[in-house]
């Protein structure tokens, strides 16, 4: 089940709020993780056990972790990671290993694929932050097993994030009170993501798709196909989170922004500050200060960089393309920092947004593709090799509504800057976007009922 589905709007979602509404004050915890249960189970109910199993592993290990003192403390934050961790290796990275060692020793194993949960290494990621957190004495642990299985497992980011941290939902999940206007909020930030979702990226989508399928594309398909791509996963994803934030604010709970008008940035660094915020800070809190940060020689600093973005890469899918499309952003903060450092002359706002623009979108190019094979085609016809001007199937392929979503997605990029819009923050003064939401939903909720349902783009991850 996806939240852009006729089930979730009008199934799913309204008997839960119902449900909800009825249920006491205390046993609201229980409703949510029952129906988050229900939710995962609507995919895949043979994988629901091995979600609760983590869950129960590190609330378990979290109580440990917090009695324990001396070496006993290590051992008890390490058991309390490797279930977790070593179920993301499993699900996640087996298949991708075993056929590597396949194509390095030219044998075949008849190995049968191993399925991989939705939403296990976001999953798996809040698992292991708690277990951090509760070792560093950065959080308590938590007594009650339905208020830690509540945070984990609370179907608005359960499949596809942000990254939640116990830490920021603890005090709401013990004690929380009704308030009409967040819970108004919520519906706002619920219809605007979702019309982000259905109208945008799922608009863009068989663009992309065809631009991808070419055999021979010319420089014009490529950069056609990427700029939709560009657009398409930030409309998703972000579409995405703020669907998310609007669930959780309807009970009462309130997700971190996991979005920050990423494609206006004029550097690297501030790129990966705004995309994907919950992702970007876990891999700086819990992998790159624990390797040092920026600590010791420039040597080091760059190593522990390209470490945590190859690591980064690999946590978005088991392909070495991932690994190299991380290394890529790595090498980029590598140099990025060096220059810096070296007291270098700057590029200047405009310039640094447009390079940096550039640099991501050259990232994506690789991203989106499925193969080395597909990559190489994709970066031949971005180099001229097939021509420059747009072939006749990309032509043919190409809706002058896929045109018109376009404009639109790089207008509403740009928006927030000619306008100062924060999308956050719950201001009277937006009251645009509030009237907005409505019919834009409907719209939205209209032109789903023509289409398949799209599945989010990080449900893969």
Do not use: C
Request: glycine share 10%; no cysteine; charged share 10%.
């Amino acid at each position: 089940m996806v939240f852009a589905s006729d089930s979730f709007l009008f199934l799913f979602l309204p008997v839960f709020l119902i449900v909800y509404a009825l249920t006491p004050g205390m046993a609201r915890n229980l409703a949510i993780l029952a129906f988050s249960w229900l939710f995962y189970a609507w995919w895949r109910a043979d994988f629901l056990p091995l979600i609760v199993s983590i869950a129960i592993w590190s609330w378990a290990t979290g109580l440990w972790i917090s009695r324990a003192e001396g070496r006993a403390r290590g051992w008890a934050l390490f058991v309390g990671i490797v279930w977790p961790l070593a179920s993301l290796v499993w699900f996640k990275y087996a298949n991708m290993l075993v056929h590597s060692t396949e194509v390095l020793t030219a044998s075949v194993w008849g190995w049968p694929d191993v399925l991989l949960p939705i939403g296990l290494s976001f999953f798996v990621f809040g698992a292991i932050s708690y277990s951090t957190d509760v070792f560093r004495g950065t959080v308590k642990a938590e007594p009650s097993f339905v208020n830690y299985a509540t945070y984990q497992s609370m179907f608005g980011h359960l499949v596809a994030g942000p990254v939640v941290r116990y830490e920021w939902v603890a005090q709401r999940l013990k004690e929380r009170t009704f308030h009409r206007a967040e819970f108004m909020f919520g519906v706002e930030r619920f219809m605007l993501g979702f019309a982000q979702k259905v109208l945008i990226a799922d608009t863009l989508a068989p663009l992309v798709d065809a631009g991808y399928a070419i055999a021979h594309p010319t420089t014009a398909d490529v950069v056609l196909a990427v700029t939709g791509y560009t657009l398409q996963l930030y409309f998703d994803f972000s579409g995405y989170s703020a669907m998310a934030i609007g669930l959780g604010l309807m009970v009462g709970l309130k997700f971190p922004e996991n979005f920050d008008n990423p494609y206006l940035s004029t550097s690297l660094s501030e790129f990966w500050r705004r995309w994907h915020i919950s992702l970007s800070s876990w891999l700086r809190d819990y992998l790159y200060i624990s390797l040092g940060g920026n600590r010791g020689s420039t040597t080091r600093v760059s190593t522990n960089l390209l470490i945590t973005m190859g690591l980064g890469g690999l946590w978005h899918g088991a392909s070495w393309t991932f690994l190299i499309w991380g290394l890529w952003h790595g090498f980029g903060l590598m140099v990025g920092r060096v220059w810096k450092n070296l007291r270098l002359p700057g590029t200047g706002a405009f310039a640094g947004h447009i390079l940096t623009l550039a640099f991501v979108m050259v990232g994506w190019a690789l991203f989106r593709a499925q193969s080395w094979a597909e990559a190489g085609v994709i970066f031949s016809g971005l180099a001229g090799t097939n021509g420059v001007a747009l072939s006749p199937a990309m032509g043919a392929a190409i809706r002058p509504v896929e045109i018109a979503t376009i404009v639109l997605g790089i207008g509403l990029v740009y928006l927030p800057k000619v306008m100062r819009i924060d999308p956050s923050a719950p201001n009277p003064g937006h009251w645009l976007r509030a009237w907005a939401a409505l019919p834009l939903f409907l719209f939205a909720v209209l032109v789903l009922q023509g289409r398949m349902v799209v599945p989010f783009l990080y449900f893969q991850f």
